[in-house]
RNA sequence: GCCCGGGUGGUGGAAUUAGGUCAGACACGGUCGCCUUAAGAGCGACUGCCCUUUGUGGCAUGAGGGUUCGAGUCCCUCCCCGGGUACCA
C-alpha cells in the first residue's frame, strides 16, 4: 500500500491549466444539423459579482458541473456557459459608499469570479463569456425593449407605485417583501408617480397554464400559481343614481349579491371626493383619505387592524333588487384588485362582516345549510357546505348555490348589468428605476413628437459618466447634461433623453438567449442557432428567484416567441432548486454571526474536489444542509483512500477493462464495480442523488481496499471504474486516477455501461418469515420456482422451530426476495 | 387563515419512485485495537434502545387508528417543525 499522499494542490492546477489550454469545454454552434447529436443546455443562474463567490455560489456551480459531465459522457453536445448579472443596486450603494465606480468595482469582483470558477475547475465554456453591463450585451435589452414598446408591452402610466425611501427608487410588486424593499428592508412608501410598466399581466393566463408543460418542482410552481392569482367570479354593476355614474365590482361571490348591505370604494379611487363634494361628509372623507394615503404599506397591510372607514353620503343600487345601499370608502379595499370597488356581503366575508360591525350595518344572510333560514351573523361565513342553498335572494332563493351563482350572473348578462368574469392578482411589472448602474431605457422625449424610440441603428445608448451617484428622488442620469439633451430622431429638434434605468431583472430575463449566440454583433442572437439550444435542458438555482426571476423570464420568452423572434414558450424546461448552505450552529451564514464559510479558504486547504464532493455529499442538494469542518475531512479521507488506489495501482498505464471471467474476491470486486456503476447511472439519471451516488463510490473504494489481495487486473479495473464515476464531483481527481491507471483522458471515455451479468449473482439470501417476521435467511439460486422456495422457507431452523404446534394457514412467496409463512 | 415541504440513531442522512430482505447504506462523532519511541496520518473492529431469561429475545421511523400475510412507505384523525403568501373581494 502506497504511503505517499494525497496532494490536491499539485493535482489541480494541472488538470485547471489544461482544460484552460486546450479550452476541453467549448462547444460550437452547429444550428445546421439539429438533432444528429442529442444536445444539453445546462445553466446555473448567472451570479451577481459582488465581492467574491461564497459557499452558495460553489453549491450552485458543482451542482450543474455534475450535471454537464454526465450529460457529455452519456452522448450529449452540452452547453455549459457563464455569465454576470453586473447591473445593480449593491454595486451602486457600494459606489456611493467608497468612491469606487460601480463598473470599477463590478469588474474587479467578474475578475474574481472568473478566477474562482476556474480554480473549482468548473467545466465552462468561456468563448461565450459576457456581462449584462457590457454595451455589447445592453444594446441587445435595449433592443428587446423597443421591440416590446413597438408592441405596447412597454408602456409608461402614472400609478400609486410603490417606493422605497432609502435607495431613493421605486420598485416592483416583487421586490416588496411584508411592506419593506427587499434590497434595504426599509419600509415602502407610496407614490403617484408616472414609471415605465411591462404589461406581463398580458401573459397571465399563459403564464399560468403552461407550468402544466415544464418539469419544476411543485412547490414553485404554487408560488407562481399563487403569485398569478387567478380568481373566478363576475363584473357586477352598481349605479349612483344622485352623479349617474356606473361603478363596476368583482366579486367570487356573485351568489351572494342579495346580501350586499353597502358597498366601498378604495381610498386612492380617483371618485371618492367628487362622491363626497356637498354632503355632510366631505370634511370626514378629506381626513380619512388623507390620513390612509400616508400611510406606509406595511401599516396599511396589516390583517389584523381594525376596520375603519368614512360614508361618502352617497348610495348606489344594487341590481338584483333595487335596493339603495350606502356607499363608504375604507383602506381595506385596494385599488390595485379589481376596481377598486366592492360590494359590503358581511354575512359571507370576513372583511365586510368586520366593516359592518363597525360601522353598525345590517348583516343579512342569503346562503344557508338546508333547513335553516338564517345563520348567526359571526359564523355565517365560515361554515361552508356542499348543500348549501340561497335564502333571502328573490326569484334565486331555495336554488342550491353552485346554480344560484350561475343563474344570478346569467340573469346580470341578460339584465346588463354584469357579466362572468376573471381577474389576477399579478400586476404589470414596473421596470424603471431612478438610478443609475443600470442599463439605460432607449427612448428620448421631444417637445414636438413626444416620445420617441430612439431608432435600432444608434444602439447602444450608452449609461453616462456621472460623478455623483447619489439617489435624490431623481436618476443620478440626469446630471449628466451633456447626455440628456440630444436631438430627436424624428424631427431633429431638441429632446431630452429618458434619464431612468431598467431594473435589473430585464437584464436577466434573457440572458439564456443570449449564451446561444454570444459573439452576434449583427443581431441578439441567430434564430436558427437559438432554435438549436433553446429551451434550457436543466436549469439550477436558488429558490428566492422562484417568483422574480423565473416568472420575469418566462413572460420574455412568450412575449419574443408572440414576435417570431423564438421557438419556444418556455425557457426552462427542467428547473432544480438547491437548498442553502447553512452555517456549522445550523443557521444562515452571515459575518455578523461570524458563522461564514469562504470556499477560497477550503479550497485552500483541502482543494476544491473535496470542497465540491463534500457539499453534494451533505444531503439531498434541494434541502438546506449545516456545515461541518469534520463531514468535510471524511470526504478528503476517501479521495485520499482513492487516490492511493491508483498511486498503488498505476505505475505504467494498460488496460483497466472488466476482466474476463473473474472468480474469487476478482469476482466481488467486479460485481460491486458493476453494481455502483448502476447505482450511481440510476442517481444521476433524472435524480438528483448525488448524496447517494457518491456513498455507492465512497462503497466500491471500501470493498477495493477489502480485498488487497484480489487479482491485481480486478483491481484496477475497480479503482478506474471508481474514478470514472467520481470525476462528474471530483473531475481533477477522477481525471488524475483515470490517467494514471490507462492514461487516457476521463472525459473522452463515455459513461461505463453495467455489466447486466455481474448484477446478478448465481445466488441470494431468501428471507424467511412466519407472521410477518424474519426468523430465518437461507440461500437459494437466482430464478428457482416457487416450489422451491417455499420448500426451502418452510425446511428452515427458523421457521420449523415458529411454525411447530401451529397450523399453516398460507404461504406467500416473493420470487427472488422472500417466503412469508402465516400460521394460526 | 390559505398553499407547499418535512418529522427516521448522539449528528447529517439511506431505504419512500412499484409496500417485502432482522430499518438505519454512506459519512461524522464515539469506544477499543494494530502500527509508531511518541504524536499525527493510516489500517481494522464495535457503535438505535431495553433486559434479574444475552435469546436466531423484546421494543423502535412525531402520536393514535385503519388496510394488508407483511407498513417508515398506502388511507384516516391529530400534534409539531420549516418555507411561501396574505385585508386579492
Redesign the pocket.
Known sequence: ?SDRRYEPKQIEPRWQELWAREGTWEVANDPGDPGAVQKSYVLEMLPYPSGEPHIGHLKNYALGDAIAHFHRRTGHRVLHPMGYDAFGLPAENNAIKTGVHPRVATDRSIAAYRHWFHRWGISIDWSREFGTHEPSYYRWTQWIFLQLLERGLAYRKEAAVKWCPYDQTVLANEQV??GRCERCGHLVELRQLEQWFLRITAYADRLLDDLDTIDWP??VK??QR??I?R?E?AEVTFRCEALGIDYAV????PDTLFGATFFVM?PEHPDVFKLAAGTEYEAQVHDYVNRVLGESVEE????D?P?TGAPLGRTVTNPVNGEQIPMFVA????M???T?A?MGVPAH?Q?DYEFARAQQLPIRTVVAPPGTDDVPADRAFTAHTDDERLVNSGQFSEMDAVSGREAIVAWLDREGAGHASV?F?LRDWLVSRQRYWGCPIPVVYCDHCGLVAVPEEDLPVRLPEVEDYQPRGRSPLAAAEDWVNTTCPTCGGPARRETDTMDTFVDSSWYFLRYCDARNDAAAWDRRVLASWMPVDQYIGG?EHA?LHLMYARFFVKALADMGLVDVQEPFQALFTQGMILGSDGNKMSSSKGNVVAPSAIVERFGADAARCYILF???PD?D??W?D??L???H??L??LWRLGDELGGDPGSVAQPPDPSGDALTLVRKANWAIDKVTDDMRGRF?F??A??AV??LV?EI??YPGADPSARRFATATAASLVFPFAPHLGAEVYERLSGRRVWDEPWPDADPQMLVADTF?L?C?V??K????VTATTGAPREELERLALAS??VRSHVDGHQVA?V?V?PG??V?V?VR
Open positions: 500500500m417583501i411584508d411543485e412547490h404554487a408560488m399563487n403569485w392569482g380568481s367570479g368583482f366579486t367570487t361571490r378604495a396599511r397591510g396589516a390583517a387592524k376596520k383602506d381595506y379595499v385596494l390595485e384588485y379589481g377598486g366592492v366575508d372583511r381577474n392578482r429558490v417568483i451533505v444531503g439531498p434541502q444542509a449545516a461541518s469534520s463531514g475531512e471524511g470526504v479521507r476517501f485520499s483512500r442523488a448524496n447517494t457518491i456513498a465512497m462503497e471500501n481496499y477489502r439470501e428471507v418469515q407472521n410477518g424474519v426468523r430465518d435467511r431452523r427458523g398460507k406467500i416473493v426476495k422472500l412469508n402465516v
